[in-house]
């Protein structure tokens, strides 16, 4: 084999590497599977959204109430009698 044949057939095993590699990318572009990462990523987005929206509009009434267990709780440890707790 001539050093002429050589570079031939290196060249064409060359391209046919390149189209093989230009098939397999193409071929994952067209998958549908990243959609779902996607659509998981606004879902999860929303959520925190939800729940942000949730804990600055419930806040204070919900720290007011923790803030009065707490004070029951802790009268209740004193062996006093706590006024207001049920």
Do not use: H
């Not at 929206?53 to 029951?72: D, E, L, N, R």
């Amino acid at each position: 084999m001539s050093s002429v044949e050589r570079v031939r057939r290196a060249g064409s095993q060359g391209a046919e590497w390149f189209r093989n590699r230009f098939e397999l990318i193409r071929n994952r572009l067209r998958e549908d599977d990243g959609a779902s990462l996607v659509e998981y990523a606004l879902l999860i987005s929303l959520i925190a959204v939800v729940c942000i929206s949730a804990m600055t509009f419930f806040g204070k009434a919900v720290s007011s109430k923790f803030s009065q267990q707490g004070s029951c709780v802790q009268a209740a440890g004193n062996g006093g009698n706590p006024v207001g707790c049920n």
